[in-house]
């Protein structure tokens, strides 16, 4: 087989391809492009699609060449990515939640949300509502959150949202716009949610952000709800009294 006969036959599939040959690379179009975003182990994702990496050893010429093509797995992995997703709210479940967050090294902010009075709308307007306004703000948290950020379904109405920053003015602003959305498009139930901001940096354990922000949580609730605010000190003491 030839270099091109090789290269015709690897386009034909659709298929981007790297191959080292005689002491040469020669990369297709978009190769590099695609091997930016790693999700799984040899798995990448390129814009709405996912490839898997697979290499062959070929004679190429008459000399042993290596070549590394990225098949379109796009079909599978949306059907993986769906399993580990909660079903009501379209977040991340609970379980997958605690992986990413058994994985975490980084500083980050953590915010737990959670929908005010929430019981009433199962009470007075029935579990299928109830459904209907989780879907709709878990829909409002994905459309206000980057890539590297990560949200799920903490519990119940619970939401917890962990953004890959240590702005966490910025990141209660961010919040505040969430919270504002979701109340204009639930103003017929006049809904909105309560919410606590935690740092986590590294100098304490991941589950002490956490229920830093649960405090900050409980402080918003305890002083009118619809509101969000950052955990500090007197906040904690107010808690343990």
Same mark, same amino acid.
């Given at each position: 087989?030839?270099?091109?006969?090789?290269?015709?036959?690897?386009?034909?599939?659709?298929?981007?391809?790297?191959?080292?040959?005689?002491?040469?690379?020669?990369?297709?179009?978009?190769?590099?492009?695609?091997?930016?975003?790693?999700?799984?182990?040899?798995?990448?994702?390129?814009?709405?699609?996912?490839?898997?990496?697979?290499?062959?050893?070929?004679? /190429?010429?008459?000399? #042993?060449?290596?070549?590394? *093509?990225?098949?379109?797995?796009? =079909?599978?992995?949306? %059907? &993986? +990515?769906?399993?580990?997703?909660?079903?009501?709210?379209? /977040?991340?479940?609970? #379980?997958?939640?605690?992986? *990413?967050?058994?994985?975490?090294? =980084?500083?980050?902010? %953590? &915010? +737990?949300?959670?929908?005010?009075?929430?019981?009433?709308?199962?009470?007075?307007?029935?579990?299928?509502?109830?459904?209907?306004?989780?879907?709709?703000?878990?829909?409002?948290?994905?459309?206000?959150?980057?890539?590297?950020?990560?949200?799920?379904?903490?519990?119940?109405?619970?939401?917890?949202?962990?953004?890959?920053?240590?702005?966490?003015?910025?990141?209660?602003?961010?919040?505040?716009?969430?919270?504002?959305?979701?109340?204009?498009?639930?103003?017929?139930?006049?809904?909105?949610?309560?919410?606590?901001?935690?740092?986590?940096?590294?100098?304490?354990?991941?589950?002490?952000?956490?229920?830093?922000?649960?405090?900050?949580?409980?402080?918003?609730?305890?002083?009118?709800?619809?509101?969000?605010?950052?955990?500090?000190?007197?906040?904690?003491?107010?808690?343990?009294?």
């Amino acid at each position: 087989m030839t270099l091109e006969i090789l290269k015709q036959l690897l386009s034909s599939f659709g298929w981007e391809y790297k191959i080292i040959y005689d002491s040469q690379v020669i990369v297709s179009g978009k190769y590099n492009e695609l091997t930016k975003k790693m999700i799984y182990e040899d798995t990448f994702q390129y814009e709405n699609n996912y490839y898997k990496c697979k290499e062959k050893t070929i004679i /190429l010429d008459g000399i #042993e060449c290596r070549v590394s *093509y990225l098949e379109d797995v796009t =079909k599978y992995i949306e %059907f &993986v +990515l769906a399993l580990k997703k909660d079903k009501i709210t379209g /977040l991340a479940t609970r #379980e997958d939640l605690e992986d *990413y967050i058994a994985k975490l090294r =980084k500083t980050s902010i %953590f &915010v +737990l949300c959670d929908i005010d009075d929430f019981k009433k709308v199962n009470d007075n307007y029935g579990h299928p509502v109830g459904d209907q306004v989780l879907n709709l703000l878990g829909s409002i948290i994905k459309k206000n959150i980057r890539e590297k950020d990560f949200a799920g379904r903490y519990g119940g109405e619970e939401f917890l949202i962990i953004f890959d920053t240590d702005n966490i003015e910025s990141v209660k602003l961010r919040i505040d716009k969430i919270n504002r959305d979701f109340n204009m498009q639930t103003e017929n139930l006049n809904l909105s949610f309560s919410a606590g901001l935690s740092l986590y940096d590294g100098s304490k354990r991941i589950t002490k952000a956490i229920k830093e922000a649960d405090v900050a949580l409980y402080y918003v609730k305890k002083n009118g709800k619809n509101n969000s605010a950052i955990f500090d000190k007197e906040m904690e003491e107010n808690f343990t009294k």
